[in-house]
């Protein structure tokens, strides 16, 4: 994407400057053939002066870059700069900025020190909403800040939202703060700024504190993979859908436990789990009678029986069994009541 090489250009442009501070740029920036980043620290112990010392000395040798002949000589390179950054959406997190634009790795650093140096470009520190991010337009990446915040706002925490359907709300309010007929691939990257936000590896959004995107373990994974089947699984099942769906190895003990540990499943037959979401309760088939009847009342053995089956995976015969239990009485007509 880049029409100049940035190392040929920061070796230019750092070549006037006096012999420290040239130095004190080049460790800061990691413009070695290291790559190696050091901090103010670092730099002020081998140097035997403070932090701050350090810092101004930085700060003077960029602006004496600003100002320098070298600066002018490189002003194209600027440009190309900006007009790329202009064209992945004038608004970039720092880290999918270091994956898109640099040719190779080692031109990362030197892609780095351009954008500092340049005048166009404005650097926003990383936050507790939003990830370290370069633009050049303040004006729309404060626009987007809002609207990335009202999209947080708008989803639940327990929510997951396809990708179109969250592309969509995203739009909605990009448009409501004045960025009009924003394109798809800008938004992609747009979502990336923030820290509030995020996908979990079925391709579906929501909050980052949301377990269903942030995954953690097996449980995480279990419920995906529940989610995703859309009915009752067996735990091996289950433990063999997660090695293949997202190349994790999951053992079927493993699995069984860390399933029995976690409300969101259900047990419903011998060794079948599904989502409490789905409006499957927890508990024994006689604790499953009983809830049916205390919500719809007295009702025949045969409705009785198919209310079950709808919530657990038994035998009819299961069911009858269950239904002498004490806990319920046979009425006159038939029917069956709570005792």
Known sequence: MLSF???????????????RSRKVLTHRFGL??????????????????TR???RQIENHGLGHIRESEAY???AAAIEDLKRILANL???????ILLEE????????????FLLTVGHHFNYERENNDFHARWHVDSGLSEKLEHALMRLYEAIELENLIPEDEFLAMFEKFLKEEG?????PEHMGRWLLISKRIGKNPLGEWGRMESPHVRIRNTRDFAYLTLKRHGSPMHFTEVAQAIAKIFRREAHPATTHNELIKDNRFVLVGRGLYALKEWGYAPGVVREVIKNILEREGPLSRTEIVDRVKRERYVKDATVMVNLQNASFVRLPDGRYSVN
Do not use: C, F, W
């Open 5 to 19: 090489s940035p190392k040929t250009v920061t070796k230019d442009m750092l070549s006037n400057l006096p012999d």
């Open 32 to 49: 070695n053939p290291t790559g190696e980043r050091r901090t103010l620290d670092a730099i002020g112990k081998e140097y035997g002066i």
């Open 52 to 54: 701050e010392r350090i």
């Open 72 to 74: 002018k000589t490189h």
């Open 89 to 95: 959406g004038g608004v970039l997190p720092e880290h």
């Open 101 to 112: 634009i640099p040719k190779s790795d080692t031109d990362r650093n030197h892609v780095l």
């Open 179 to 183: 960025i009009k007929s924003p394109q």
